[in-house]
């Protein structure tokens, strides 16, 4: 079986916004062959292009048709294409060979890639119920090689991802039968939710379980938000299990006090992530310029804010991300040093990309460092 998802169909129609392609052209030059994916904002279509010769069939190129709505907010909310053109030829990102618009729809030509990583994660049959697989720590750095190569680039030229999860990372086996995924290139694609420096950095981003603690307490965020995402990926993929909830509910107490899931993300973040010793002024300093400040402090009759909800009023009872580690049998000195220099609650006290790139951990058998993995 290749590494797709078969849709088996000839005519795509209109679902809203989404794209509308009836005819087996795109334009004189690009044909579709099948349709691979249908997302949220687009679909994604394997492509033939008439100017290759048919003696050099070259590598599978794919069209990723974006909805109407998505296309009309190019340039102002959203930049996908412009962080593309910006990272043409950056490592590990997924090239843009050519765009063009069909319709009311942009429409973006790059590689074919395949499989995805949550293809990985959960198996061909994506059905309920869906179970993680935990995957071997040598797969796990290659992958976090590759995403952090990804995210250097990016972030030299001050972009955030904001959406670096298992269904946004490929592997460069597109239509193999049995890839070895250790030999294959790691590609981050999907830029629809990209920021560069000029775009809205207070808005809401992040799926909820990979949500950084400055964008739950409704700071201005950086591109320091997509180290905290790659902390919580590679905690994911070796414990088959998320480090915070995807889908959580607020919290009732006995007495009646109901906390909403942004008060429990925040205080589970905190439990987490806090290192001992770490000044919790340090913090507050810095959340309080966020737009939920409020709703997840209060302010103390010394004058000092602290949090609403805590489990656990000694520091010391808390469930720490070394507990958590050795609670699913993962822990490693070296993980840990690695993940606790991604899962900083402070953004600007995260590792850099560049610096994770340069952690023993990601060479388990001793790999030249500057390998692309």
């Known amino acids: 079986m290749a590494f797709r998802h078969h849709l088996n169909t000839h005519v795509v129609r209109r679902v809203g916004n989404g794209p509308l392609v009836l005819k087996r052209h795109f334009n004189a030059r690009y044909t579709k062959v099948e349709e691979l994916r249908r997302g949220a904002e687009a679909s994604i279509f394997l492509v033939k292009d008439s100017t ?11 069209v990723r048709a974006l909805r109407s709505d998505v296309t009309a907010q190019q340039g102002l909310e959203r930049h996908e294409l412009e962080v593309l053109q910006t990272m043409r030829d950056a490592p590990n990102i997924m090239p843009l060979h050519d765009h063009f618009m069909h319709g009311e729809h942009l429409c ?3 590689d074919a890639y395949g499989p995805d990583l949550a293809t990985i994660q959960f198996g061909f049959n994506r059905q309920p119920p869906f179970v993680r697989k935990r995957l071997p720590v040598n797969l796990v750095c290659h992958v976090a090689r590759g995403v952090l190569l990804a995210l250097s680039a990016l972030h030299k030229n001050d972009i955030a991802h904001t959406d670096v999860k298992p269904d946004n990372i490929y592997f460069d086996a597109f239509g ?5 995924l250790l030999a294959s290139e790691v590609v981050l694609g999907d830029f629809g939710e990209a920021t560069p420096a000029h775009g809205d950095r207070t808005r809401s981003i992040q799926p909820f379980g990979l949500r950084s603690p400055e964008v739950v307490a409704g700071c201005k965020w950086d591109t320091k938000v997509d180290i905290w995402n790659l902390g919580c990926l590679v905690f994911e993929l070796l414990a088959g299990n998320t480090l915070f909830p995807l889908h959580p509910e607020p919290l009732k107490l006995s007495n009646g006090t109901e906390f909403s899931a942004d008060q429990t993300l925040f205080v589970r973040q905190h439990g987490t992530a806090m290192i001992e010793d770490e000044n919790p002024l340090h913090l507050i300093a810095h959340f309080k310029h966020g737009a939920h400040f409020k709703e997840l402090y209060a302010m103390g009759e010394n004058g000092i804010p602290f949090l609403k909800l805590s489990y656990h009023p000694d520091f010391n009872q808390r469930q720490t991300l070394e507990d958590i ?9 070296m993980l840990h040093d690695f993940l606790a220099a991604t899962l900083r609650m402070h953004p600007e006290e995260r590792a850099s990309a560049d610096d994770l ?3 023993p951990w990601l ?11």
């Not at 290759?52 to 794919?62: C, E, F, I, N």
């Not at 193999?176 to 070895?180: A, K, N, R, T």
């Not at 060479?363 to 993995?373: N, T």
């Open 357 to 359: 790139l340069r952690h």
């Open 52 to 62: 290759v010769s048919h003696t050099d069939t070259g590598r599978p190129l794919a």
């Open 108 to 110: 973006l030509v790059t």
């Open 363 to 373: 060479y388990p058998s001793g790999w030249w460092r500057g390998s692309s993995g």
């Open 176 to 180: 193999q039968e049995s890839p070895d």
């Open 325 to 333: 580690l050795h609670m699913y049998g993962i822990y490693d000195l």
